[in-house]
C-alpha cells in the first residue's frame, strides 16, 4: 500500500488529481487496519442495513472499475449488481475476508494507476454519461475522489460503532 500523503510533489493537475486520489484510497485501508471480520461484517445502522465496512469496501472497488473500465474504456460491465439486485456488491462482500476485499482493492488500484500515467487528463470517456456526453479523464479522477471520500466518512463512522477506533 502507497504511504498516504494529500501533499502532490508537483501542483498540477495530474499530480494533484492522482495524489488526492491514492490518498482517499489508502484511507480506505487505514480505515480498516486492526478490524475484525466480524465488525466488518456488521450493519449497525437499522435504516440502512447493507452498509457494512466490507460492503462500502467492496463497492468503492466496484465504482472504480465501473467508471475506468466499463464508463472509461467502453470495456465489459462484470459489476456484480443485477436489475433485479442491484446492490449485490454490498451482499457479497458478507462472505470475503476484510484482507482479501482490501487485497483486490490495491490490486485494482495498482492496475488503474498504471492506466491513468499513460493518458491525457483531457482524453473522453467511451461511454457517455445519462446526458449524453462523453466526460474527461480530469472528470472522472475528481468523481472518483468524490465519491471514494464520502464513502471514508461513512466507514468512519461505521468503525466508531464498531469498536470505538477513531481517526486514521
Not at 48 to 70: D, F, I, K, Q
Not at 110 to 119: D, K, S, T
Request: proline share 5%; charged share 30%; aromatic share 8%.
Amino acid at each position: 500500500m502507497l504511504r498516504r500523503t494529500d501533499t502532490p510533489p508537483t501542483f498540477d493537475d495530474r499530480a494533484t488529481l492522482i495524489t488526492f486520489l491514492d490518498y482517499v484510497r489508502a484511507t480506505v485501508h487505514a480505515k480498516c487496519e486492526g478490524l475484525s471480520d466480524e465488525n466488518a461484517r456488521k450493519a449497525f445502522l437499522p435504516g440502512s442495513p447493507l452498509m457494512t465496512v466490507a460492503g462500502l469496501v467492496n463497492h468503492v472497488r466496484w465504482v472504480e472499475y465501473y467508471w475506468l473500465r466499463v464508463m472509461f474504456q467502453g470495456g465489459e460491465d462484470i459489476l456484480p449488481g443485477t436489475e433485479e439486485d442491484p446492490d449485490r456488491e454490498f451482499r457479497i462482500a458478507l462472505d470475503v475476508p476484510l484482507a482479501e476485499l482490501l487485497d483486490e482493492y490495491e490490486e485494482q488500484c495498482a492496475e488503474f494507476r498504471e492506466l491513468v500515467a499513460g493518458l491525457d487528463l483531457d482524453s473522453r470517456a467511451a461511454l457517455p454519461i445519462s446526458d449524453g456526453r462523453h466526460v474527461a479523464l480530469r472528470w472522472v479522477l475528481m468523481h472518483l475522489v468524490e465519491e471514494i471520500a464520502r464513502h471514508n466518512g461513512h466507514i468512519d463512522v461505521l468503525r466508531e460503532l464498531a469498536d470505538g477506533v477513531t481517526g486514521a
